[in-house]
């Protein structure tokens, strides 16, 4: 069965540093979506992408955050200058058409010392 | 804003029990999801319901739009079941909402 598959698993960086998160979602897939899970708390939205462009963004998706969609096949989420609270697991998802079931990647464990 | 609540946050159960998990919501939404994590962190995703109800193999998953209201049932539970099941609402281009989640242990 595909699966959306995201890389790496674990990334640990220093504060301050640039980090750029991967996903490849399913091949025929047109709506991706990043979210985020502080440790012990609720997962919760960061943006989601259609048409090569942000349909929607939460208030945490601020000015230091990026998407792109650089080829046909990746789907990256860029960290600018990290900052100790955006520790955090990554998730990545897609889904067919809207109004579908989300299929969610394994997550990028990210800790920023 | 929706707002989206579960319940209970910890469950503890033994194998054989009938399991049900409520969810509700503050808005009217286009779909409710139902998601499954496991200790590793994986998402699963179960159900994706806008009326009555859906099942698959010992899952049942209700949702009652008038009430804005929807319950997961888990017949026959199995210590395999234990995991943190978390309601979502939303869907389409929008971003999902998330319950906190809820802990569950079935017990051999």
């Known amino acids: 069965e595909p699966e959306v598959t995201q890389t790496p698993s674990h990334q640990v960086t220093q504060m301050g540093q640039e980090v750029i998160l991967r996903c490849v979602p399913i091949?025929?897939?047109?709506?991706f979506y990043w979210y985020r899970q502080i440790l012990g708390q609720k997962v919760e939205f960061l943006v989601s992408?259609?048409?090569?462009?942000?349909?929607?963004k939460s208030e945490i998706f601020d000015d230091q955050f990026s998407v792109e969609r650089p080829d046909g096949s990746n789907f990256t989420l860029k960290i600018r200058s990290t900052k100790l609270e955006d520790s955090a697991m990554y998730f990545c998802?897609?889904?067919?058409?809207?109004?579908?079931?989300?299929?969610f990647g394994d997550g990028t464990r990210l800790s920023i010392l | 804003k929706n707002e989206v609540e579960q319940s209970p946050q910890n469950l503890t159960a033994q194998e054989g029990e009938f399991i049900t998990i409520n969810c509700s919501y503050s808005v009217g939404i286009s779909a409710l999801h139902w998601l499954q994590q496991h200790p590793g962190g994986g998402i699963v995703s179960l159900f994706m319901l806008s009326s009555g109800k859906k099942k698959h193999g010992r899952l049942i998953a209700t949702i009652n739009i008038q009430e804005k209201h929807s319950s997961l049932h888990i017949t026959a539970s199995h210590p395999r079941d234990s995991a943190v099941y978390i309601c979502?609402?939303?869907?389409?281009?929008?971003?999902?909402?998330f319950g906190k989640g809820t802990h569950l242990i079935i017990q051999p």
């Open positions: 998802a897609s889904s067919e058409f809207r109004n579908q079931p989300q299929h």
């Open positions: 091949s025929n897939h047109l709506y």
């Open positions: 992408f259609y048409n090569n462009e942000i349909s929607e």
């Open positions: 979502a609402a939303g869907g389409g281009a929008d971003g999902l909402t």
